[in-house]
């Protein structure tokens, strides 16, 4: 299986940016799709981004459409997810979770494997 590791979350100002990376290890990455999800205290995961293995497919939630970015590296086996004029509601712990290569849907079940997940605070 794919082991995945959310890092690159920390406090930023609203309008501020951040980067986010998922590195994977035990396969490659680039056998999977990837999406990202993010939870807010008492909520249940909601869907930010994905992208099939090709990386020529994406898929964004309406809330964040135009202010973030997925893509992939495979020669790094490792996705990222840009985060550009960030507001206070997108404060969450966000997951990075890999699926069938095929795969880039909103529904956290049809992902297989998560990461352990990084705090993104975005406060004034």
């Known amino acids: 299986q794919v082991q995945l590791v959310a890092s690159g979350g920390g406090l930023v100002q609203p309008g501020g940016s951040l980067r986010l990376s998922c590195a994977a290890s035990?396969?490659?990455?680039?056998?999977?799709?990837i999406g990202w999800f993010r939870q807010a205290p008492g909520q249940g995961h909601k869907f930010v981004a994905a992208i099939m293995q090709s990386g020529g497919s994406t898929s964004y939630a309406d809330s964040v459409k135009g202010r973030f970015t997925i893509s992939r590296d495979n020669a790094e086996n490792t996705v990222y997810l840009h985060m550009n004029s960030l507001k206070t509601e997108d404060t969450a712990v966000y997951y990075c979770?890999?699926?069938?290569?095929?795969?880039?849907?909103?529904?956290?079940?049809?992902?297989?494997?998560w990461g352990q997940g990084t705090q993104v605070t975005v406060s004034s």
């Open positions: 035990g396969h490659t990455l680039g056998t999977y799709g």
């Open positions: 979770a890999a699926g069938p290569s095929y795969y880039s849907g909103s529904t956290a079940a049809g992902y297989e494997y």
